[in-house]
């Protein structure tokens, strides 16, 4: 990642215990594993096994993709000075992000993409957006235009703090 910065996916960890049950990584079973990891060890479940990641890495700077509940920013700032950025975008650009990015638990129709969105939503994905630091569109930017929004927002939010 840009500027020594650590990236984690959270999403890549639910694949990975996907693939460790053996089952196959579509988007039938990386929502059951997800639903299930949060159902055995609490709703910041899969927060606590990126910060094991993290720590094992000793990174200070690390970007967090794929927050989805109040109890995963909460468990990440027990660790860390945490900002919350949010990016927005409509149900319909959402899917198509989805639809073009080729993982293996991308939606294949719109159906499926609206039980995954409707899942996020229940593990709570709307509170923790409520409860960002800001909020960039990405309803019509290119990828280049949002990574230099977000950089700038990132660098803003570093010279505040120095």
Not at 21 to 46: N, S
Request: proline letters at 2%; one cysteine or more; hydrophobic letters at 40%.
């Amino acid at each position: 990642m840009e500027k020594g910065w650590q990236r984690v996916v959270m999403g890549d960890v639910v694949r990975e215990e996907t693939r460790r049950r053996g089952l196959p990584e579509d988007e039938k079973h990386t929502g059951e594993v997800m639903r299930d990891l949060r159902k055995q060890h609490g709703e910041a479940a899969i927060a606590e096994l990126c910060l094991k990641s993290i720590k094992k890495s000793g990174s200070e700077k690390v970007v967090v993709d794929g927050i989805r509940s109040v109890a995963e920013v909460e468990a990440f700032k027990r660790g860390a000075d945490v900002l919350l950025l949010a990016v927005q975008a409509s149900r319909a650009r959402r899917f198509s992000f989805l639809k073009g990015r080729g993982r293996s638990d991308d939606p294949e129709s719109y159906e499926m993409f609206q039980r995954r969105d409707d899942r996020e939503l229940e593990v709570g994905i709307g509170e923790a957006i409520a409860l960002a630091d800001e909020i960039v569109s990405n309803e019509h930017s290119s990828p280049g235009a949002l990574s230099a929004q977000t950089l700038k927002v990132v660098e803003r939010w570093l010279d505040a703090t120095a």
